[in-house]
């Protein structure tokens, strides 16, 4: 089995900034890709930004040149740098990777951290 676990959410002023972390723990032979995604009240869950194993990396459109993902491959970490937040940037944010465990490749998520952001 394998444990995401966030850290690093809160409420900020429009224009600040928040750093998530997601430190994945557990029965790990290897880890794919890792990336973060958000769901607002009402809405679905959508894709921020996900980072692979080589370093490959995409963003939603929506937090292109505000936020920055990266990872510490040693530490099974994966960081999202969130720089000049907007309210509409206000969601659930949710840690996701896909995981081989030595026995197979699984998905799996975090159990989410808040981010606020007020005007």
């Known amino acids: 089995q394998v444990q995401l676990v966030e850290s690093g959410g809160g409420l900020v002023q429009a224009g600040g900034s928040l750093r998530l972390s997601c430190a994945a723990s557990g029965s790990i032979f290897s880890i794919n890709s890792m990336g973060w995604y958000r769901q607002g009240l009402g809405k679905e869950r959508e894709l921020v930004a996900v980072i692979t194993s080589g370093g490959r990396i995409n963003y939603a459109d929506s937090v292109k040149d505000r936020f920055t993902i990266s990872r510490d491959n040693a530490k099974n970490t994966v960081y999202l740098q969130m720089d000049s937040l907007k309210p509409e940037d206000t969601a659930v944010y949710y840690c996701?990777?896909?995981?081989?465990?030595?026995?197979?490749?699984?998905?799996?998520w975090g159990q989410g951290t808040q981010v606020t952001v007020s005007s």
């Open positions: 996701r990777s896909t995981v081989d465990d030595g026995m197979g490749r699984a998905e799996y």
